[in-house]
């Protein structure tokens, strides 16, 4: 069965450390999302791509980036982990060939910024 | 700004009784998405229901219906017969004709459903 995968699930690090999140989907999906949990704010936007070489800033990109160099994987990278980001982390994936948009989540990473 | 509302934080109900969520949506596009997802305890989201913006057909998928009324900006969803496992938070998200498939989530509705 198709599926989203995030790792790692859980994550301890110091301030001022990159770190790198895996998400690899194999639904084939062109879209792929990341987005950061917070108490009270839902889920927020902090990066997006609409396929291979394609990158775009959502809501809450500052400090994080990502790259697409195929269709299966986005990863995300903290540049210099600081302790505001310390949340959940999901990414999520879409088929805009369908034209339907609803999003498919990976299971979540915590991470924990020291 | 919020695009989307949901006014609820938590709403705490017992099994069997009907559980009813509200989501209002801002919105200036003619063609837009609202969707409902489930986050249970484990903590991976789960895709209700979706619907388009020409389709305010109202529906009922076993024990969840939704409603939706465009002169209200509403997308509200019902629990019909609550069950335990049903307790999780919900979240409505609206997707928007000119962002191409980005999801902008309320702050989710806690749901509790005790024996």
């Known amino acids: 069965d198709a599926e989203i995968t995030q790792s790692p699930r859980h994550k301890i690090t110091e301030t001022g450390r990159q770190v790198t999140l895996a998400c690899h989907q194999t639904w084939n999906h062109n879209n792929m999302f990341w987005y950061r949990q917070d108490l009270g704010h839902g889920l927020r936007l902090i990066h997006y791509s609409y396929g291979v070489q394609d990158t775009n800033k959502g809501e809450v990109s500052d400090g994080y980036s990502v790259s697409r160099s195929n269709t299966e994987d986005l990863p995300l990278t903290l540049e210099s982990a600081a302790s505001s980001q310390t949340s959940v982390y999901f990414c999520?994936?879409?088929?805009?060939?369908?034209?339907?948009?609803?999003?498919?989540f990976g299971p979540g990473t915590r991470l924990t910024v020291t | 700004a919020q695009k989307v509302t949901q006014a609820q934080t938590e709403i705490s109900v017992v099994e069997k009784e009907d559980v009813t969520l509200d989501c209002v949506y801002e919105?200036?596009?003619?063609?837009?998405?609202l969707f409902w997802y489930k986050q249970p305890p484990s903590g991976e989201l789960v895709f209700l229901i979706r619907?388009?913006?020409?389709?305010?057909q109202n529906e009922i998928s076993g024990r969840y219906s939704w409603n939706f009324q465009k002169s209200t900006s509403s997308f509200n969803f019902t629990i019909t017969a609550s069950q335990v496992v049903d307790s999780a938070v919900y979240f409505c998200a609206l997707s928007e004709g000119d962002s191409w498939g980005k999801l902008q989530f309320g702050a989710g509705t806690q749901v509790v459903v005790t024996p």
């Open positions: 619907r388009n913006s020409f389709d305010e």
């Open positions: 999520a994936s879409s088929d805009s060939a369908r034209g339907t948009y609803e999003q498919y």
């Open positions: 919105t200036r596009d003619t063609t837009y998405y």
